[in-house]
């Protein structure tokens, strides 16, 4: 199963400030009856320093607030709160953090705050340098006092997880924000997922997140991580195999010269020589080979060439055969030839007597979706696609549906 990039969930400092209540203390704290003068004149220095983006001055005005005699619990309070404004906008996270932690232990923040704070931490323990034990531990104690229904933090600590190694609770966590994003969750979110389950070995849920990836984010990138999984369910018949490498070359996700040589040979030995033809120019064209494999893609272009003069020149006699026989395999196998050679009308009609003539229902529909997504039907290839229900066959012939959506 492939294995993917982690995608670090972003965390800026507005988004911190937004969600988690981290406003500005206001310049009315030094004359709240709360604080004391001796407090209370340094305090309101720093905030206008702080605010005017003047932190060496803030800080050392929060230095000589701290160092009034005398100070109330109180006192103690406001300043911690004030330290954390002013290593916010510096972006001092984890300084940040301990300030907010101090005013959220010390019992003076009101309860109303109580739950804001919480959230506040995990974001800025998330950040650079990272605390995940305090990010798991304040998310926690977050979602557990709200109901747990905040997605995106669901997320967030579901990647802390991830980091600290705990796969299991990683998915759990994740699958919370998925369900509770309540229609598209992030793509972020499902990258996390499918990590996770690739690292736990489990290929089922690995796929089914993948088929998600693609059919909400169908982007060059996520269908190029699908290729190697594309790559492991080619190892059956023949017909799965060619059906696996056109999907890779109609989402443009061959870029490797053994995939190239593969498919074509599998195109070859199904008799299907002009299709080898098109995967061997194909990768010639765009310089795929190198200077090292270049003579061998050479010579496997030149036998297919070889293989489609000798077919072109007993296709009449082929069709004929095929409209007499009423063999529903026989049209199964002329509409790939012809669909091979950009007859997509004749291979859609091929496809259509194949099934009233007792062919195999999965290659017939699999022949027909192609022809119809290379007629631009897309959603006629779609119905076609659905049609198909054997194992293999429909697992490759359901990444093939969410190609043709997107045609």
């Not at 926690?140 to 109901?147: D, E, I, Q, S, V």
């Not at 529909?365 to 054997?390: E, P, S, T, Y």
């Amino acid at each position: 199963m492939l294995k993917n990039s982690l995608l670090i969930i972003s965390l800026g400092l507005s988004a911190c400030l937004a969600t988690g209540g981290l406003l500005a203390p206001t310049a009315a704290i030094a004359q709240q009856a709360k604080v004391s003068s001796k407090v209370g004149e340094p305090l309101k220095a720093a905030l206008d320093a702080g605010t005017k983006g003047q932190y060496s001055q803030a800080l050392a005005k929060l230095k000589e607030a701290e160092a009034a005699p005398g100070k109330t619990n109180f006192d103690q309070f406001k300043i911690n709160e004030t330290y954390g404004f002013v290593y916010l906008k510096q972006r001092n996270y984890a300084a940040a953090a301990v300030a907010y932690e101090r005013s959220l232990n010390s019992g003076q923040l009101p309860s109303s705050q109580v739950n804001d704070r919480l959230k506040s931490l995990a974001q800025l323990n998330f950040q650079s340098p990272r605390d995940l034990a305090k990010v798991i531990d304040y998310s926690n104690r977050y979602l557990k006092a709200t109901g747990g229904s905040d997605a995106a933090m669901n997320a967030m600590l579901g990647q802390a997880y991830q980091l600290q190694g705990n796969n299991k609770a990683a998915i759990a966590s994740v699958q919370n924000a998925v369900r509770l994003s309540g229609g598209k969750p992030s793509e972020n979110w499902l990258r996390i997922l499918l990590k996770s389950y690739t690292a736990l070995g489990d290929n089922d849920g690995a796929g089914k997140t993948i088929e998600q990836l693609v059919t909400l984010y169908p982007t060059q990138d996520n269908w190029r991580q699908l290729a190697s999984d594309l790559r492991d369910q080619a190892r059956g018949d023949d017909r799965t195999k060619l059906n696996v490498y056109r999907l890779m070359s109609q989402v443009d996700v061959m870029d490797r010269p053994d995939i190239y040589s593969e498919a074509a040979i599998v195109a070859i030995q199904s008799s299907l020589p002009a299709e080898a033809v098109q995967f061997m120019e194909k990768g010639l064209s765009r310089n795929i080979f190198g200077t090292n494999g270049k003579a061998r893609a050479e010579r496997i272009l030149a036998h297919a060439r070889k293989e489609l003069a000798a077919q072109q020149a007993a296709l009449a006699p082929m069709v004929r055969s095929t409209a007499t026989s009423k063999d529903g395999a026989g049209e199964v196998r002329l509409g790939e030839i012809l669909l091979s050679y950009g007859q997509a009308d004749k291979a859609l009609a091929a496809g259509k007597r194949a099934l009233q003539e007792g062919a195999s229902p999965d290659d017939a529909w699999m022949l027909i979706g192609r022809a119809q997504l290379q007629l631009k039907n897309g959603a006629d290839a779609r119905k076609a696609f659905n049609q198909v229900k054997g194992s293999d066959a429909a697992a490759i012939a359901k990444l093939w549906g969410i190609a043709a959506s997107k045609s």
